[in-house]
Nanobody
Framework: QVQLVQSGGGLVQPGGSLRLSCAASGSIFSIYAMGWYRQAPGKQRELVASITITSRGGSTNYADSVKGRFIISRDNAKNTVYLQMNSLKPEDTAVYYC???????????????WGQGTQVTVSS
């Protein structure tokens, strides 16, 4: 069993910063990708940032709306992914979810796991 636990989030003024964390625990053989999604009221869940993990290090991908403001990073030893959010705007307000593509056991296929979600509100 794998569990993703998120921390961070909250209320911040426009232009402020927040950092989200997401730690995976349980039966983890390998993690292939990590990402952050968000869902605003009345809107579909969208990808914010992702990081793939390969033997050569991996690569990152960002939604156009957050490029230059958000940074995704990871700590392999802790099975943790972070999202540093800078220059926050009211339109960044949403529930943020972390996602990981994890293989729990050797020879088993990997599958997606989700965090519990955390509210980020950008308002003055």
């Amino acid at each position: 069993q794998v569990q993703l636990v998120q921390s961070g989030g909250g209320l911040v003024q426009p232009g402020g910063s927040l950092r989200l964390s997401c730690a995976a625990s349980g039966s983890i053989f390998s993690i292939y990708a990590m990402g952050w999604y968000r869902q605003a009221p009345g809107k579909q869940r969208e990808l914010v940032a992702s990081i793939t993990i390969t033997s050569r290090g991996g690569s990152t991908n960002y939604a156009d709306s957050v490029k230059g403001r958000f940074i995704i990073s990871r700590d392999n030893a802790k099975n943790t992914v972070y999202l540093q959010m800078n220059s926050l705007k009211p339109e960044d307000t949403a529930v943020y979810y972390c996602n990981m593509d994890i293989r729990s056991r050797y020879l088993e296929p990997s599958r997606d796991y989700w965090g519990q979600g955390t509210q980020v509100t950008v308002s003055s």
